[in-house]
């Protein structure tokens, strides 16, 4: 688990940890806070609890990720028009503002709306389903997050980043040269990772 800062780059906490837990993200706050650090924003993958540890300050939830959580709902290549359509929408989430963007979803939405709340009726239930839940899960996402999704835009004074990306690509050099060592036992890959992350 890392702390990095966005605005110069520097690693600044680091916690070998099996899971990642709220808890754990709390102690690594606390940790910086202790530091004499001041968190001007935070920027997150937008993990469940996480977004809302700290309200006084603005939390950005990493777009990248939210485009990654509707793929997932509506697949790359989705047949119905209407996941189509909210896919296309989701691909331009990075490079957009924030009223261009709730705007194309309103206007999604007002489209969509009926299709959207189509319910099917089996026989040997009492209860309705509805028709199209991943489509539904993949909004609800949108509509969820969406408080969190463009606080760099609402902070813009901040440089808040609108992605992880920074520690993502961090993580990706990482895995690849721990790919060279495959053999490493898990004390000396510890060790390689503590002089590659310099903390």
Same mark, same amino acid.
């Given at each position: 688990?890392?702390?990095?800062?966005?605005?110069?780059?520097?690693?600044?906490?680091?916690?070998?940890?099996? &899971?990642?837990?709220?808890?754990?993200?709390?102690?690594?706050?606390?940790?910086?806070?202790?530091?004499?650090?001041?968190?001007?924003?935070?920027?997150?993958?937008?993990?469940?609890?996480?977004?809302?540890?700290?309200?006084?300050?603005?939390?950005?939830?990493?777009?990248?990720?939210?485009?990654?959580?509707?793929?997932?709902?509506?697949?790359?290549?989705?047949?119905?028009?209407?996941?189509?359509?909210?896919?296309?929408?989701?691909k331009?989430?990075?490079?957009?503002?924030?009223?261009?963007?709730?705007?194309?979803?309103n206007?999604?939405?007002?489209?969509?709306?009926?299709?959207?709340?189509?319910?099917?009726?089996?026989?040997?239930?009492?209860?309705?389903?509805?028709?199209?839940?991943?489509?539904?899960?993949?909004?609800?996402?949108?509509?969820?997050?969406?408080?969190?999704?463009?606080?760099?835009?609402? &902070?813009?004074?901040?440089?808040?980043?609108?992605?992880?990306?920074?520690?993502?690509g &961090?993580?990706?050099?990482?895995?690849?040269?721990?790919?060279c060592?495959?053999?490493?036992?898990?004390?000396?890959?510890?060790?390689?990772?503590?002089?590659?992350?310099?903390?």
């Amino acid at each position: 688990m890392l702390f990095k800062d966005a605005i110069t780059g520097e690693n600044l906490y680091k916690r070998y940890v099996k &899971h990642e837990t709220i808890m754990l993200y709390r102690e690594g706050f606390e940790v910086l806070f202790n530091l004499g650090f001041t968190i001007k924003g935070i920027v997150c993958d937008g993990k469940k609890g996480l977004l809302q540890m700290y309200p006084g300050i603005p939390t950005q939830m990493c777009q990248f990720h939210q485009k990654l959580i509707i793929r997932r709902y509506l697949t790359k290549k989705p047949k119905m028009q209407a996941s189509i359509e909210l896919l296309e929408l989701t691909k331009i989430l990075t490079k957009t503002d924030k009223e261009s963007f709730v705007g194309g979803l309103n206007q999604w939405y007002d489209k969509w709306e009926d299709f959207l709340n189509e319910r099917s009726y089996a026989t040997f239930k009492k209860k309705s389903a509805y028709k199209h839940k991943r489509l539904r899960s993949a909004y609800n996402s949108l509509k969820r997050n969406l408080p969190y999704l463009f606080v760099w835009y609402d &902070h813009y004074e901040l440089n808040i980043p609108n992605t992880t990306n920074a520690i993502d690509g &961090h993580f990706s050099d990482l895995k690849n040269k721990l790919r060279c060592h495959n053999g490493l036992t898990e004390e000396r890959k510890k060790k390689f990772i503590d002089g590659f992350l310099k903390v």
